[in-house]
């Protein structure tokens, strides 16, 4: 496609006589592509059926005429207040029952059919007025689909069509009541008509239930986007769809919802007001990244990239300069073929007055402006070269939204967190100059030399057999504690010991364990005392060797993490969650021995990472800090971007290349 570097525009924000300058001025900084209109259906149709598309146009014609192309959002996200007052139940019901209304955004039910006409009729004029504009490229459905919808949706529509899932699902409502099991707590159902959306309750809820209850809702979305997806698929078969993701956040399924899409996109804000100070890791980023490009295992875009300090009521801490770059780029190291920078200007009105943009308020180019420029000057001819290139890691970890869902309802120890648990195993990775990708349980793992599969706990016998074949195989794998704990239904199992069959793979059994609640457990590794968190697993060794023991507990001395050679390859069981140092210290081990190779060595803050296409390999490094740094690489490059081999001033990225020998 040959674009990558854009920004995210609202010209409806500004006087028409401003935008002449805008498109100036994004020309001159390389911008070659805009986010348009993604929350400005009030503007488009301010009446029923009264479409004004004139000024989008405009706006297309005149960026166009500046060499810049549009990407159109469907407003669906922000239905305005005529809607509203037509079809007041598309405002949807929270878990306690009330009502969200009007004056923020997301206010909609995904599966009103009232509102499913609304967006059939604007979507159908959308389209069919852009389908053959000349700059427009391609579509974003709706915005961050899942964001703002922490319960979901329970009216009475939702709960009319979760009993249609459910009656597909199970056929009979015998059969809803056994995989349930709703013997329990008296909770039978004589008919499907008589199951709710899971509104609060007085004490308690059904587990397998709310299982049901997040998958349904992720169908739904998914379902919801397709309604879009179809339309504009019909109008527009020239251009691209895509959606902006929000790294691993869960209320969709967002492999389900990459199907519907020719490529993915996403949003990142590393140092956004809610996250850790004074941002976001870096390594955090990283497997944000690398979970996106495996949604579709292709490159992606990114819609919205951190271009000023982000904020609604407080804000989060400035940029330094040179790091809106770096984060970039490590974008692009990552697998995203364009970066769309969120938003060209700091709104003046609205909730998102101090979200800011490459232009401050004033609108004046400034320190911001002059580092996006430099950068897209610098990198948008190798980004051609790039472009389609993917990392070839030689690790993955194993990303699965039912295994989060059911975390979330029983997170069996206060704070285990599944998206927490795959960031702690994604480091030592990150840590080691050593790429990974995030696949799915049921994908191919053959290629892989390394294999970590984090909190199995929803396990199958088609999975059991996957990992078992995995490694028989010749494949190295990790499993952890809460492994083969339940079956697909939600509900303990009961056959055998816990980790089930896997028990056969790994060598041991856990007839016990332990919940470290407020405190914490240790274990002896490689002669050292190590800190663990959160759980114990006490485990009986049946032809595993221990590599790690328990120095905490009535069971200290007994194993916490085994090692076992089953076929042609190994498995660790790790059964406690290991603090920082134990984790580094295991995978390095592990790494070790299952012959996976480092990038090159460097110290803290300096990232380093590949994508690759036909027989040619780039490496990035980054420098994450505003320090100078020193590095090595293994293996032999050819510097393509960088002031000096090996040294990276503050926030310098350098780009190396390698050509490898046809085979
Ligand atoms: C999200 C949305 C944008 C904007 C930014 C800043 O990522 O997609 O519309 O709201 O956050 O809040
Ligand atoms: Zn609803």
């Given amino acids: 496609m040959g674009i990558h570097f854009g920004v995210d525009y609202y010209p409806e924000h500004w006087p028409r006589e401003r935008w002449e300058t805008d498109a100036k001025l994004m020309r001159e900084m390389g911008v070659q592509v805009v986010r348009m209109a993604e929350f400005s259906w009030f503007k488009m149709e301010p009446r029923k059926g009264e479409f004004c598309f004139e000024w989008l146009e405009e706006a297309v014609a005149l960026l166009g005429a500046h060499g810049i192309r549009t990407v159109l959002g469907t407003p669906t996200a922000a239905p305005p207040a005529w809607i509203i007052e037509e079809n007041p139940e598309i405002q949807p019901i929270d878990r306690q029952g009330r009502r969200r209304h009007f004056g923020g955004r997301h206010h909609d039910c995904q599966s009103n059919e009232a509102y499913r006409a609304h967006i059939k009729r604007f979507v159908t004029a959308m389209s069919q007025r852009f389908a053959d504009n000349p700059h427009v490229i391609g579509w974003q459905i709706d915005n ?25 699902k199970y056929g009979t409502v015998e059969r809803l009541n056994d995989a349930w099991g709703t013997a329990f707590w008296s909770q039978g159902y004589n008919s499907f008509s008589q199951v709710g959306t899971p509104l ?7 587990p397998s239930a709310m299982l049901d209850w997040k998958c349904f809702c992720s169908d739904l979305i998914v379902d919801f986007a397709k309604w879009q997806a179809d339309i504009i698929r019909e109008n527009c078969p020239r251009h691209f769809i895509t959606h902006n993701y929000m790294c691993f956040d869960d209320k969709v399924n967002y492999y389900d919802l990459g199907t519907l899409l020719d490529f993915v996109s996403n949003d990142i804000y590393p140092a956004g007001h809610w996250q850790k100070q004074p941002h976001q890791p870096e390594y955090e980023l ?44 490590q974008s692009v190291a990552h697998g995203a073929d364009a970066v769309v920078f969120f938003r060209w200007r700091s709104c003046a009105m609205g909730t998102e007055q101090y979200w800011h943009g490459i232009l401050g308020h004033s609108g004046r180019p400034g320190r911001i402006y002059e580092e996006a420029k430099a950068l897209t000057h610098r990198f948008t001819g190798h980004m051609d070269a790039l472009e389609g290139s993917m990392p070839c890691p030689e690790v993955a970890i194993v990303h699965n939204f039912r295994q989060n869902y059911a975390l979330q309802i029983q997170p069996n120890h206060p704070r285990l967190r599944y998206v927490e648990q795959l960031y702690k195993y994604y480091k030592p990775f990150y840590d080691g100059r050593i790429p990974v990708d995030f696949v799915q349980d049921t994908d191919d793992l053959s290629g892989y030399r390394l294999v970590i599969a984090p909190l199995q706990y929803l396990m199958t016998p088609e999975l059991e057999r996957h990992y078992m074949e995995y490694v028989a195989d010749g494949g ?42 407020e405190t914490v457990g240790g274990v002896q590794y490689d002669g050292g005392d190590y800190e663990t968190e ?5 485990i009986s060794l049946d032809g595993a060797h221990a590599i790690a023991e328990y120095t905490t507990g009535f069971y200290r001395g007994t194993p916490a993490i085994t090692e076992n050679a089953y076929g042609k390859g190994a498995v660790w069981y790790v059964g406690t969650e290991p603090g920082t140092e134990l984790m580094a210290a295991l995978s390095e081990y592990i790494i070790k021995k299952s012959g996976v190779q480092a990038l090159g060595t460097a110290p803290d803050g300096v990232e380093m990472m590949t994508r690759q296409k036909d027989q040619k390999i780039w490496l990035f490094v980054i420098n994450h800090t505003g ?12 510097l393509l971007e960088g002031e000096k081999e090996g040294v990276l001033a503050p926030y310098e990225v350098q780009l190396w290349e390698r050509f490898e020998k046809a085979e």
């Fill in 627 to 638: 320090k100078e740094r020193t590095y090595r690489l293994n293996g032999t490059y050819t």
């Fill in 534 to 538: 959160k759980w114990c697993d006490i």
């Fill in 200 to 206: 609060i309750t007085a004490v308690g809820e059904n």
């Fill in 286 to 329: 990283a497997a944000c990244h690398d979970v996106v490009r495996s949604y579709k295992k292709q490159p992606f875009w990114m819609m919205e990239q951190q271009a000023g300090m982000a904020g609604w009521e407080v804000m989060g801490r400035a940029l330094e300069p040179g790091q809106m770059s770096a984060w970039a780029m």
């Fill in 476 to 517: 190295h794998l990790v499993l952890t504690m809460r492994t083969g704990v339940k079956d697909a239904d939600n509900i303990c199992m009961t056959e055998r010991a816990l980790p089930g069959k896997l028990g056969e793979l790994c060598g041991i059994e856990v007839p016990e364990y332990d919940c470290l609640l």
């Fill in 144 to 168: 961050e689909l899942g964001n703002s919808h922490g319960d979901l949706c329970m009216c009475d529509s939702c709960r009319a069509r979760f009993q249609r899932w459910l009656e597909q």
